[in-house]
């Protein structure tokens, strides 16, 4: 069965990116120390006073980032989301613009980040917010 | 993709007299990274005999190699010459302050001069932008500071906004700096430093990436280390209850220092206990980044208007066994609202709170003396009264008189112009934290070059033993204690993971990274940053002869009996000749 990165509950994150940097870390053979390359992002709700959240895919069913991707870097993924191939990826940032949460991510390097839903971060978070879970 | 390169450390130097900067590129791997190579850096670019409040006063910030490779290394070392002590300042924070420098390239920053009119910083990777902050000087809270900076500047989840309060721009000569609302660089006076550099902020928004030299053992060993901190006991006590665990226990010992010590016990104790608040305030848990404990204990503080029927305010107040010794204990605080209170007043002007707590339990005392008279006090300063010492806070940042004026200097020039020496409980300049346990604990205060109790936990040495060693051992003990921890800030390792950082560890943690090095040579480079650290500080104007030790220590009994002063003298003694004289 496929499965998806659900949040199991947002309400436990303290905002610590742990999972920023185990997807980062998600490829074996060529893992990344930092965050440009993570596909999640842990943030305050505007100061950490009122606590944290992440933004992240929601594996739409019919995603608007590969609709609007003009070279299909993006294509829709089985279970919901999509497959990232990079090496299609020009840059244009209409995926970005397009999501409407908001959860794809400019990398320095001028392609995107965003989750392809591998599951790899749910083990690194310590709070258990995130799920991965079959649909 | 650049491959982590250990030795070749990236400083970027800001000038704020004329808005330049430039990024220095250098072999320094033989400081690893934090409080090494602040040390050198510091050293390099200060002019020793410095006032503090100068332009010419340098601020280094630094962070370690295993930044942010692996989790807990998430500390800031803040070095600059400290408007406190007048001598070698150094604090640390966690937040994103230390993984945005990382993920934005640097090993460290290095401010020198001063702007005329305020300003704040941001640096977003190799860019450095020089902002109009004159509307923001003059806000007192730096909640708000943060939030107005927050909705402006870009870098949402990866940045950090370090800022200062009115303290600081005030030039309190304790307030600190802080970051990420909760985190602070409390202890020696980086906020007035700041201050009297008009930079009422610095954003760091960072983007980078890097590679470890090897993919598979470099995830091995971050697994390791994941599992060790989250499945063993070496961290539960930070995450389960936090610092605040240590109340009740130290109030049992006899080792809490209460109404300006008059007493190491506080009857009121079980009331502000760790356990007590976990109980009835503790709202949520929230982390630095790169940090699985989830240490920063947050209450929720309901409070009614009095003008407006049914019209209340909630407010979150993070609070630590520090901030319940200082605030609470010392001022005879037994209510925990009015203790949460305090704290919030002091977070908001982002002042140190065990400076500020000492600073107000010796000025009660001195009332109560009749060394100074309620025109100078202006608040009817008394044990337990939290309402005279919430508008005392406030007087510190307002400096309505001669009095608070001085007393925003610290305990030491308080005492100096007033008297009452006895009881202003500062060691080298630096209000005492919350240990009144023993010779291991002052001693540690003593030649601490911080004088701060995480240099080298004189106070765990204390709780260890039943016997005291013999104060050249002890001394010994201190100085490794310390030495070690300099690696710990070297790497920027939180000290709450020192149970998980191991020389063994660390050693393994270095190979994916392409680093080789013994346990051995490891330590080796703890002493030798210890030993350039305490020589950096004698050049800075430290003065071991005129140590000054408060006589109320001797006075109250400690779980091991009276304090002696002859074992005091032996140790330092030592300590001079060994280490001091030596370097
Ligand atoms: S990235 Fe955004 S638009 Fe694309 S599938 Fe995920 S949630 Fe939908
Ligand atoms: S599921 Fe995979 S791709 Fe998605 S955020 Fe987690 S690690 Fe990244
Ligand atoms: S690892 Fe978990 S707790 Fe930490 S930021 Fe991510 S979702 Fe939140």
């Given at each position: ?135 | ?240 209850i936090?610092?605040p665990v240590n109340v009740a226990p130290l109030n049992e010992l006899r080792a809490l220092p209460t109404r300006?010590?008059?007493s190491a016990y506080f009857e009121n104790a079980e009331e502000i206990s760790g356990e007590k608040f ?43 066994y520090?901030?319940i010794y200082s605030l609470g204990s010392m001022l005879g605080i037994g209510d925990r609202?009015?203790l ?43 044990f337990g ?49 919350g240990?009144h ?147």
């Amino acid at each position: 069965m496929v499965k998806i990165l659900t949040i199991k509950d947002i309400e436990r994150c303290v905002g610590c990116a742990l999972c920023m940097y185990a997807c980062s870390r998600r490829r074996p053979k060529s893992p990344y120390i930092g965050y440009d390359h993570s596909g999640i992002l842990a943030i305050s709700l505007s100061g950490f006073e009122r606590g944290a959240t992440i933004i992240v895919c929601r594996a739409c069913y019919e995603p608007p980032c590969s609709q609007v991707c003009p070279t299909d870097a993006l294509v829709p993924r089985k279970g919901g989301g999509v497959v990232y191939k990079e090496k299609l990826c020009i840059g244009c940032d209409n995926c970005i613009e397009a999501c409407t949460i908001s959860a794809i991510f400019k990398r320095q390097d001028g392609k995107v980040a965003l989750c392809i839903h591998c599951g790899y971060c749910v083990d690194f978070c310590p709070h258990s917010v995130l799920e991965y879970r079959e649909v | 993709m650049d491959l982590i390169d250990f030795n070749l450390k990236k400083i970027l130097h800001i000038n704020l007299n004329d808005y330049s900067y430039f990024v220095e590129e250098r072999d320094m791997g033989e400081w690893i990274g934090g409080v090494g190579i602040a040390t050198r850096l510091l050293s390099e670019n200060i002019k020793k005999d410095v006032d503090p409040l100068d332009e010419g006063n340098v601020i280094v910030l630094a962070v370690g190699p295993f930044t942010p490779a692996y989790p807990f290394a998430s500390k800031t070392v803040a070095m600059f010459k400290s408007p406190l002590t007048s001598n070698l300042g150094e604090s640390h924070a966690g937040g994103r302050s230390a993984t945005a420098i990382a993920n934005a390239g640097y090993d460290a920053i290095v401010i020198k001069g001063a702007s005329s009119k305020p300003v704040y910083v941001v640096i977003e990777n190799e860019k450095v932008h020089f902002r109009d902050a004159r509307v923001l000087w003059g806000i007192e809270d730096s909640l708000i500071t943060g939030r107005i900076i927050a909705e402006k500047e870009k870098g949402r989840g990866i940045r950090a906004i370090m800022r200062i309060g009115g303290a600081g721009e005030k030039l309190v000569r304790f307030a600190g700096v802080m970051t990420e609302t909760y985190r602070h660089f409390g202890r020696t006076g980086l906020g007035a430093v700041f201050g009297s550099k008009k930079l009422k902020a610095l954003v760091v928004i960072g983007k980078g990436t890097k590679r470890p030299s090897d993919a598979k053992s470099y995830r091995e060993i971050y697994n390791k280390i994941f599992e060790l901190a989250t499945a063993s006991d070496a961290m539960k006590k930070y995450y389960l209850i936090g610092t605040p665990v240590n109340v009740a226990p130290l109030n049992e010992l006899r080792a809490l220092p209460t109404r300006n010590l008059e007493s190491a016990y506080f009857e009121n104790a079980e009331e502000i206990s760790g356990e007590k608040f976990a109980e009835f305030n503790l709202a949520r848990r929230i982390a630095c980044n790169h940090c699985p404990t989830a240490c920063i204990h947050l209450a929720a503080l309901r409070i009614p208007y009095e003008d407006e029927p049914y019209f209340h305010k909630t407010i979150m107040i993070s609070y630590d066994y520090e901030l319940i010794y200082s605030l609470g204990s010392m001022l005879g605080i037994g209510d925990r609202n009015a203790l949460l209170k305090l704290m919030h007043r002091v977070e908001l002007y982002g002042m140190d709170a065990m400076s500020t707590g000492v600073c107000l339990a010796w000025a009660t005392e001195a009332l109560k003396k009749g060394l100074i008279s309620q025109n100078e006090a202006l608040a009817p300063l008394k044990f337990g009264d939290a309402e005279a010492y919430l508008k005392a806070i406030d007087n510190l940042y307002f400096q309505p008189n001669e009095f608070y004026k001085t007393l925003a200097e610290g305990v030491e020039a308080i005492s100096k112009k007033y008297g009452g020496k006895e009881f202003a409980l500062a060691f080298g300049g630096n209000e005492m934290p919350g240990y009144h346990t023993g010779h291991g604990g002052y001693i540690g205060f003593l030649i601490g070059l911080r004088h701060s109790h995480l240099d080298n936990a004189g106070y765990s040495i204390d709780q260890k033993a039943k016997e005291d060693p013999e104060p050249e051992e002890l001394v010994e003990k201190l100085v490794e204690e310390e030495s070690w921890r300099q690696i710990l800030s070297s790497l920027v390792v939180c000290f709450f993971a020192r149970g998980v950082y191991t020389p063994e560890l660390v050693v393994e943690g270095f190979k994916p990274l392409g680093i080789e090095m013994s346990e051995d040579e490891l330590k080796e480079i703890g002493r030798k940053i210890y030993l350039e650290k305490l020589k950096l500080k004698k050049e800075l104007g430290f003065d071991l002869g005129k140590m000054r030790i408060p006589k109320r220590i001797f006075e109250v009994e400690t779980f091991k009996g009276n304090l002696d002063s002859n074992y005091i003298e032996r140790a330092l003694n030592y300590y001079e000749k060994k280490y001091y004289r030596a370097v």
